[in-house]
């Protein structure tokens, strides 16, 4: 008696989105249980048993990091019967005989039939079982003839009779054979080793210069290992020993996941979608990552997953922001994939991490046309008092990206109330009035002085230097300076500048650091400062210079250029 049993539920038209999420699901011990959630326990529980997620291991790491196409090809190289999947149909399978890695026998001898060069090339689904399943030859034996049984598999297409090493139907046990059959097949199918037609599986031939695909074919072609077991051990111990065997054959060693769950966050009471705005170097991301800073203390924010940046720039769009379809290759073929923008990947890990904080930072949004950059997620900013988008919206190619990913919020789009967006704004950016007033209103706007900011009780951002024989200390002279433009030049605070203008601290040595007020500061003084204001009444710089290079080529030998106005004002601070 021949005994098996494999699964209705493998969900191959959904395979890679499934393996992802519940490959996330066992390395963060979050698998519901069959109480809380009975159909989503069992199809973890079937894909993790078959795909080694269960284990924890390489299989269940790479599938997590998205590579799932080497795990399934690893399940495709190794999966075998006897396999620990029940204790009865591991001790049927033992009792049997059974020694059949059917998914690689497969492949195997379409290869082999493919070489012998005898036409047309294909293997029917009835032969699959008669001659792979129920064929002592084959199912009993590791030392395989396969030549042999390719021209069995001929005489019997012309003779309609089957060999004698072909065991009766009556000695035959497989409860949903023809439905199991086609679910292994469809595995092997969604490799692009195979290609099944109504009845006939044809192997597919390898492109010429396709040599990736060359190379994984190869790897099941030529592995010809079993799993070895001490029959005698507990179910579990099988399982522990069955689930080694296939992690040990995925050919990447220390893959890495980590699990963000371990991340301290400190939950925040309130929805936060505010805009920072201010004079350049007023420390508007300083005060932003200051808030982040509150919610993970112990990540530092460069590092943080939960953390999403990106800057707006002239010609920043939509499909920077959102995503696009691109073209991609994968398995040998070219598509067109959605490729999610910062936005679409922020909204995912908020969804995906509902616990946690997620901070999505918008830099210079007065940079670009903010309006058309949302879009259509213009429409999810308002909140109501739980923080969530009061309104929802449709869009397909989010919630398919959200699929892929595991990622299950029906078909509608909305902010979640962990999902902050905090802008920047530069308020002596030319063009910062192309932020509306109906996006104004959806966000609060914090205004940023240019006060100097301490830090345990000292000035931050400190740095003296000397211009003929007089001492200049950089925060004292900023302060200055912005009183100088506000009240003696009669320009607006968005001329002023921030104690971060110069952020002397990325700089190692004095020389380098008087080099960048040279660089940085002298022409924006002398060009966007000086040169708004129509009278000549007051200077910043001493009135006997009449060009740049002249101002530029002094004070890089450290002769004092400023104005009498603005040496009374410093003495003053």
Known sequence: MFHYLYTNDMRVSHLEEKAIEFSKMFLTDSVPSASEDKSTNNNAN???????????????????????????????????????????????????????????????????????????????????????????????????????????????????????????????????????????LNVIEWSKFIEVKSDKVFFILPIKDDSKYKAELLDIIMFDEFWDFNDQNSISDLKSSYFEYCDEQISVENVEFKNYNDIQCNKLNRNIQNIYFGAPGTGKSYKVDKLIKICYPNTDNKDNPFVFKTTVYSDYSYYNFIGNIMPTSKNGEIRYDFKAGIFTQALAMAFEYSEKEIFLIVEEMSRGNIASIFGDIFQLLDRDENGVSEYSINNDLIIQYFAEKGINIDKKIFLPRNFHIIGTVNTSDQNVNVIDTAFKRRFEFVYVDVSPVSKDGTI???????????????????????????????????????QFFIKFNNYSSDEQKFAAIQNKLLHYLWDDVQGAVISDEYKIFNKEYKTFSSLYKDFGEKLNVFSEELIDLYDKQ
């Open 46 to 184: 079937t894909i993790g048993f078959y795909l080694n997620l269960i284990n924890k291991g390489n299989s269940a790491k790479l599938a997590a990091k998205g590579d799932v196409r080497s795990v399934v090809l690893n399940f495709i190289k190794t999966f075998q019967f006897p396999n620990p999947r029940t204790k009865d149909s591991f001790d049927n399978a033992v009792n049997d005989g059974i020694k059949l890695a059917p998914m690689r026998e497969i492949i195997k001898i379409l290869f082999i039939y493919y070489q012998m060069g005898s036409g047309e090339v294909y293997l029917t689904k009835d032969e699959i079982v008669n001659f792979i399943f129920y064929n002592k030859n084959i199912a009993l034996q590791i030392d395989v003839d396969r030549i042999q049984l390719i021209k069995q598999i001929e005489e019997y297409r012309a003779t309609k009779k089957l060999p004698s090493n072909i065991i009766p139907i009556e000695e035959r046990s497989w409860n949903h054979q023809d439905r199991q059959i086609n679910e292994l």
């Open 460 to 498: 931050m951002n400190e740095y003296v230097f000397t211009l003929t024989n007089k001492e200049f200390e950089w925060n004292k002279l900023y302060m200055s300076l912005n009183e100088l433009i506000t009240t003696k030049l009669e320009l607006s605070e968005d001329k002023q500048i921030g």
